[in-house]
T-cell receptor, first 112, second 115 residues
Framework: GESVGLHLPTLSVQEGDNSIINCAYS??????FIWYKQESGKGPQFIID?????DKRQGQRVTVLLNKTVKHLSLQIAATQPGDSAVYFC???????????FGRGTSLIVHP | EPEVTQTPSHQVTQMGQEVILRCVPI?????FYWYRQILGQKVEFLVS????????KSEIFDDQFSVERPDGSNFTLKIRSTKLEDSAMYFC?????????????FGNGTRLTVT
């Protein structure tokens, strides 16, 4: 079946570096994508979203890139800080559904 | 900033018992959801609720599960006869518009342990 998946389960970076978290999706009908951050013991926290009519969207220190040709989504975090350490999930809305489907998650570890 | 609140934070119950997990969604949100996360695994959709009725549900949401919005502010998930495999984090979420157009805002979850 079609699904959302992540390339790397764990990403370790040094404080101050830029981080890139990747996500592959296989449902070409998906038209809305969301990145969530989940800290230990907490629920997923919305970071940024993007619709399929865009290929880039920027927030505060974060940028989401969408490549519909290869069905790839990435989250870039600039000047990564220890507080960015968490599990990051991408979620997609498959066409015809109003329910976000979550990918497996990538654990980001930021070393001071 | 408004947030989704869930109670209790941790619930321990014996197999076969009924549990009710409670949630207070963000006040101006119209769409409500329950997800669960088994330790170390994906966040899985259970059910969505809009206009006082279930709008979508997953295969996980079988006859043992039910949802209710009893009083216009609370949103509850009931598991009638818990099984060991129901042990998980249960997250409530709400959104202002449909999940296709607006992000879901999640509570911090209830950890359900079935013994």
């Amino acid at each position: 079946g079609e699904s959302v998946g992540l390339h790397l389960p764990t990403l370790s970076v040094q404080e101050g570096d830029n981080s890139i978290i990747n996500c592959a999706y296989s449902n070409s009908a998906s038209d809305y994508f969301i990145w969530y951050k989940q800290e230990s013991g907490k629920g997923p926290q919305f970071i940024i979203d993007i619709r399929s009519n865009m290929d880039k969207r920027q927030g505060q220190r974060v940028t989401v890139l969408l490549n519909k040709t290869v069905k790839h989504l990435s989250l870039q975090i600039a000047a990564t800080q220890p507080g960015d350490s968490a599990v990051y999930f991408c979620a997609e809305n498959p066409g015809g559904s109003y329910i976000p489907t979550f990918g497996r998650g990538t654990s980001l570890i930021v070393h001071p | 900033e408004p947030e989704v609140t869930q109670t209790p934070s941790h619930q321990v119950t014996q197999m076969g018992q009924e549990v009710i997990l409670r949630c207070v969604p963000i006040s101006n949100h119209l769409y409500f959801y329950w997800y669960r996360q088994i330790l170390g695994q994906k966040v899985e959709f259970l059910v969505s609720f809009y206009n006082n009725e279930i709008s979508e549900k997953s295969e996980i949401f079988d006859d043992q599960f039910s949802v209710e919005r009893p009083d216009g502010s609370n949103f509850t998930l009931k598991i009638r006869s818990t099984k060991l495999e129901d042990s998980a984090m249960y997250f409530c979420a709400s959104s202002e518009r449909t999940g296709r157009n607006s992000p879901l805002h999640f509570g911090n979850g209830t950890r359900l342990t079935v013994t």
